[in-house]
């Protein structure tokens, strides 16, 4: 049976019930955030790519996962890892909106920034309602 893309995190985040689990949560968040970071500042900067090829590299590293994760049956904490690593380098998109033009970016103020952010939260919220879960968990 196939989940939703909605429901993979959440029913990852349901199976933490024992304080080992939970260790390994916080662990993972703790570590991932500071390598997604580096990772992101690596690909804009040393590596070359700039904030829109890095942009376009972790957007498609993301939809490898979410392929892996319907159609293969890799381990799913892996999958989970990967992508909480991968989905910091995605704050490029902030940076890439307040960054002058000669640097690559569109050079909007913090507000229009703020507003594009939010307009754009809102409409995901309207094309992906959440559902509620067919089985109990």
Not at 41 to 52: E, I, K, M, N, R
Not at 125 to 133: E, G, K, T, V
Request: hydrophobic letters at 50%.
């Amino acid at each position: 049976m196939r989940r939703s893309a909605s429901c993979w995190l959440i029913s990852w985040a349901e199976t933490i019930t024992s304080p080992k689990a939970e260790l390994f949560y916080w662990v993972t968040i703790m570590f991932s955030q500071p390598l997604g970071t580096a990772l992101g500042d690596w690909t804009a900067d040393s590596a070359g790519l700039g904030y829109v090829g890095s942009a376009i590299v972790f957007t498609s590293l993301l939809a490898a996962i979410y392929a892996f994760y319907f159609w293969t049956s890799s381990s799913r904490t892996l999958l989970f890892s990967v992508v909480f690593i991968l989905t910091r380098p995605l704050a490029l998109f902030s940076e890439i909106s307040l960054i002058t033009h000669q640097c690559g970016g569109l050079a909007l103020s913090r507000y229009t920034a703020t507003a594009v952010l939010l307009a754009f939260c809102a409409a995901s919220i309207l094309i992906f309602p959440q559902r509620a879960s067919n089985r109990a968990h």
